[in-house]
């Protein structure tokens, strides 16, 4: 096994059941080969394989989670993935930021080409980001990309997914969430400036309540992401989604982004619809953080209802769907 810009790597015979000679020789990386590197099966080349026999210094070891590979001569340089379930939790929360605030940005920050086009642009939006980043990150990690959305898993004991699991997925929501919001600063840089009303700099990282009642501002968050999270595990249920038939995998992104979208439209216009902590927390705290033009305060005394809320709403479903499901 090599190791080389961050990436393992493993040089294979092309063909099957035959091995390199033992000997020292280039590859076209500039790697140095000095072993012989054996594997039972070899499908093409770009295929993805899930375990791969390696005889490597003259011992059999299994090889997993390789997914891709390239071929050069008669040499495959097999590439292990070092993508991983609370990576894919970071990177699905960043582009989920990244796209839903960025669109929040267009809205409402001066001068940009989409500013004043309203609430239905916005809801789209997010609802758009939400199946993105499900589509990007759902076949590693589940896409919970929301910290709600993994305490209700792990109350119910979904799948295989259980409690020692959770504070990794939160961590990397926290992150993931925190980078899309720099990310979102940056994209929409000159339009800080020309931007004065401190609350509308304020919208494109958090939310806040069209009429401020924190306990009632709170029941709005927690049906919000009780409807959330009550469809993601109903509208993904195999009496649905028929399993093995690719209809699951192609279909239930969308669905969960249309989901996300009707909340929005339906139930989003008295809080903004964090039902997210982190899409709520991590922003602001990147808001708190970040050199923005002209900003204001990053309104403390209400963020704990979009964390709060969502977590309360999120079990409250969990729970009804073991109940009645």
């Known amino acids: 096994m090599l190791e080389t810009g961050g ?3 493993l040089l294979m015979s092309a063909v099957t059941h035959e091995s390199f000679p033992r000997k020292r020789r280039d590859s076209p990386w500039g790697i140095k080969v000095v072993d012989t590197a054996r594997k039972e099966s070899l499908p093409g080349a770009g295929a993805q394989l899930s375990v791969c026999l390696v005889y490597w210094h003259g011992s059999l070891t299994s090889f997993h989670h390789v997914r891709a590979c390239s071929r050069q001569d008669r040499a495959f340089i097999v590439f292990e993935s070092l993508m991983n379930p609370y990576l894919a939790e970071a990177v699905g929360t960043m582009i989920l930021i990244l796209l839903g605030n960025g669109v929040v940005a267009g809205v409402v920050l001066q001068k940009t080409k989409s500013h004043d086009s309203g609430w239905i642009v916005i ?3 997010w609802g758009l980001a939400v199946a993105v980043a499900v589509y990007m990150v759902g076949a590693i990690s ?5 910290p709600a959305v993994t305490i209700a898993l792990a109350l119910i004991g979904h799948g295989s997914f259980g409690w020692s699991q959770v504070p990794g997925y939160i ?8 980078l899309g919001s ?27 309540p069209a009429i401020r009642h924190p306990g009632k501002n709170l029941i709005s968050e927690m049906i919000g992401t009780f409807v959330l999270v009550l469809g993601v595990l109903t509208i993904a249920r195999p009496a649905n989604l028929v399993p093995d038939s690719g209809f699951d995998k192609g279909l239930g992104p969308l669905l969960v982004g249309l989901l996300v979208f009707s909340i929005g439209l339906s139930l989003g216009g008295s809080t903004g619809y964090a039902i997210n902590p982190a899409r709520d927390l991590g922003p602001r705290i990147a808001h708190a953080l970040l ?4 900003k204001g305060g990053s309104d403390w005394s209400y963020a704990w209802v979009p964390v709060l809320g969502p977590l309360l709403g999120g079990t409250i479903a969990a729970l009804v769907f073991k109940w009645l499901w």
């Open 7 to 9: 990436l393992r790597m």
């Open 123 to 125: 809801t789209a939006g």
């Open 142 to 146: 589940g896409a919970h990309i929301n």
């Open 171 to 178: 961590m990397a929501q926290m992150i993931g969430a925190l």
């Open 182 to 208: 720099v990310l979102v600063w940056l994209a929409y840089l000159p339009h800080w400036k020309e931007t004065t009303d401190k609350a509308s700099k304020l919208a494109v990282f958090s939310t806040a």
């Open 291 to 294: 050199p923005i033009h002209g």
